[in-house]
DNA sequence: GTCTATACGCTGATAGAC
DNA sequence: GTCTATCAGCGTATAGAC
């Protein structure tokens, strides 16, 4: 797998080096506005390597997306291999998303932020990529084992994790200047209790 | 204002129809995969007139950014208008933008959806943007008033809109074949009153 | 596998007639 | 204001040496 830090970029071999620099260009650019020689000047690599290894500037895009989206898949797979109650599993993902914004933050921003569909015409758009899916996919198992209400997979799916990205895209537009953990409590209990005044939901129990 | 239909296309004026004509491009194909050639020709005006009247294609797409924009202000300050409560005022604005994404599609697409960065430089990030910023005040205003619970106003605000902008963006991206408005009483339950299982709720009730 | 130099197409932009 | 013809620059991709 490949795990990217841009201080030891320069030790990298060169598929890993290549791929390492595209996404922070990419990231911090946009797809378009970084050129092969770009890419290439800041990787120390020459044109004739990315061609090789990638065969293109779509090619790199393309593996990166596929690295990425396997380095989501095992984050969620990781929780589910934990066998966590289901709400405590939802827990955990948000969780770890929130970390990940922080520590990897150019990762969650290529897989969230690109409307890859632009550059990357072959491939499904990203909600419905298999991280997604088994998102959805273990809600529906939640609604099943009755800890969480039934209804349209997509409402309840958007409805626990909505909030959540909503907040990740904030804070990585830079719109939130606070890291996303300090935040996760008070969104968990918004999103499991709803959005009623305390006071209410008190007198009512 | 300028109200954007295909049909009628042909008979708008010059300035009105190459705006319509970009927004339609832009949101179906991306900003960087549309030429000014592409415009001119659909739009049936020539490169002379794009250029007289936007000054080039980041013109173009900057105009339609300030159109839409205020279209959206103006959706939100009409519901304030109304003097709902606010409980009320968000589920409006939810309802109207669930409306406005099947009527008005490419709109709300190029709105959203757009990385706005990475071809308009100078302009803020969208979430930053006034009709957000206008949403993130109602719930400010709702927290003083009592209406709804205490707490950081994004984590609120996301927390509230959170779900709503991920169902748009599922339809947008055609994974969810179901219009909006369908799904709406059931995402308002979800909000207010959480992802709790309803018989738990019932009972604590 | 890695590199450099080069070719070619596309795109944004301009000039100048009407 | 609208148009067409044309230019200059950039960015992808290739060819061929090492």
Redesign the interface.
Known sequence: MLHLKKAATQDLPVYDRILSTALDLFVE?????VSIHDIQKLANVSIGSIYNHFGGKEGVAKALYYHLIREMEELVADVIDENLSFRESCNRIISLLFEYTESKRNIVAYVL???H???LPDEP?I??STPFKTMRNIVQRGMES???????P???A??????????I??RL????N?PLPE?YD??ID??????????IQES??
């Not at 650019?29 to 506005?33: F, L, S």
């Not at 958007?158 to 907040?167: E, M, P, T, V």
Request: glycine share 14%; charged share 20%.
């Open positions: 650019r946009g797809y378009h506005n932020h690109a409307k569909q632009e550059f758009p909600c419905s009755g800890e969480i209400r039934e209804g349209d997509w409402v309840v958007s409805g626990i994790f909505g909030g959540a990205i909503r907040l895209h904030l537009d830079g719109v939130l606070v935040l008070e969104l918004c999103m499991w209790h709803g959005m009623e005044p305390i006071s009512v129990a």
